[in-house]
């Protein structure tokens, strides 16, 4: 199950890259956000907070695992919540259209392969 999750990760953070690629260099797109600050979204910060945030999903459903016998489901319904909920970071703090749309399709493309992938290494109810 460990080997399937990390492959889970890997996956993330290539498609999270090749997104990228596609938006900026490809695209042309500048994507820049406001935090704290203006935040130029380069390729090292896209895999980085794509493996950090998967690895945090792991470990919030080997923790449910343990914890619950619906923990497939219940972690379903907190990723799916928490993907959504982060829409809002790059469609208020988005500079431009462009930015906005580039980085929610970062968020999902991650979101739906995190969410579909563990959810599927995890363990049935017994």
Do not use: Y
């Not at 500048?30 to 945030?53: K, M, N």
């Not at 923990?71 to 319904?77: D, G």
């Not at 259209?97 to 579909?116: E, P, Q, R, T, W």
């Amino acid at each position: 199950m460990r080997g399937r999750r990390f492959g889970v990760v890997g996956i993330a953070a290539v498609a999270a890259l090749a997104d990228w690629i596609l938006l900026a260099p490809v695209a042309g797109l500048t994507l820049t956000a406001r935090q704290g600050g203006i935040q130029h979204i380069g390729a090292a910060a896209v895999v980085i907070s794509t493996i950090v945030v998967s690895l945090l999903g792991w470990a919030l459903l080997a923790l449910l695992e343990r914890r619950t016998p619906r923990a497939r489901t219940t972690w379903t319904v907190i990723a799916t919540i928490v993907c959504l909920t982060s829409l809002g970071s790059p469609l208020t703090n988005g500079i431009g259209l462009g930015a906005k749309l580039g980085l929610a399709s970062l968020h999902l493309v991650v979101g739906a392969i995190v969410i579909l992938g563990l959810r599927r290494t995890a363990a049935e109810p017994c």
